[in-house]
């Protein structure tokens, strides 16, 4: 799918994707904490103007994904969850 046609979920996703695979390959498993918020700097620089319930489910999904990741990596990946909520001003 084009970026210029995207919704801000399949950007994030994109963004979640291409962020994961490098870590991955890093084998830097710091770098899955910092992952999150800057995909979602990402969205919010290329969909600048979200509407609060926009970010409420942008931050929703992360949040789901996190908590995934989390369980399937017993890891506390806490950090990334305050870091998205004080991006997305939550």
């Known amino acids: ?4 046609h995207m919704s801000p979920g399949a950007y994030l996703q994109k963004r979640i994707t291409e962020r994961s695979r490098k870590v991955a390959k890093s084998n830097n498993t710091a770098g899955y904490v910092a992952m999150w918020p800057e995909a979602v700097k990402d969205v919010l620089a290329k969909f600048p103007n979200l509407s609060p319930d926009e ?3 942008l931050r929703g999904n992360v949040d789901g994904q996190i908590h995934s990741m989390g369980g399937r990596t017993h890891q506390d990946f806490t950090a990334a969850l305050h870091a998205v909520a ?5």
Not at 1 to 4: F, I, L, V
């Open 1 to 4: 799918m084009n970026e210029e």
């Open 55 to 57: 970010k409420e489910a």
């Open 86 to 90: 004080r991006i997305l001003g939550s």
